[in-house]
């Protein structure tokens, strides 16, 4: 719910929120805010069990690299940086270390 919730705040307005995957105990999302600010919320399962045989298969063959989760690394110094690079779009995810 924490989230869901911060995504739709995070949304200007006309924007839309993705998702997923199936909420746990069903959906339970602020209609007032969404239709005040046309803010569209969209998602859908993730049949993973459909795929994850072949996929770690061709993964552990090497066939597939699956790439690393953060494309940008900086020191906690450099903190506006990362902010910098991920409003650009030059970074999507960033690590920061201490």
Known sequence: KESMDQAIRSAR????????????????LPVRPLFQSNIGVNGGVAPVRNY???LLQDVWSGAIEPGRVFDLEVPLTDIAEAYAA??????????VRP
């Open 52 to 54: 994850v045989e072949d």
């Open 86 to 95: 991920m409003d650009e779009r030059r970074a999507i995810k960033t690590l």
């Open 13 to 28: 307005p006309g924007g839309m929120v993705g998702y997923v995957g199936v909420p746990n105990g069903g959906p339970e």
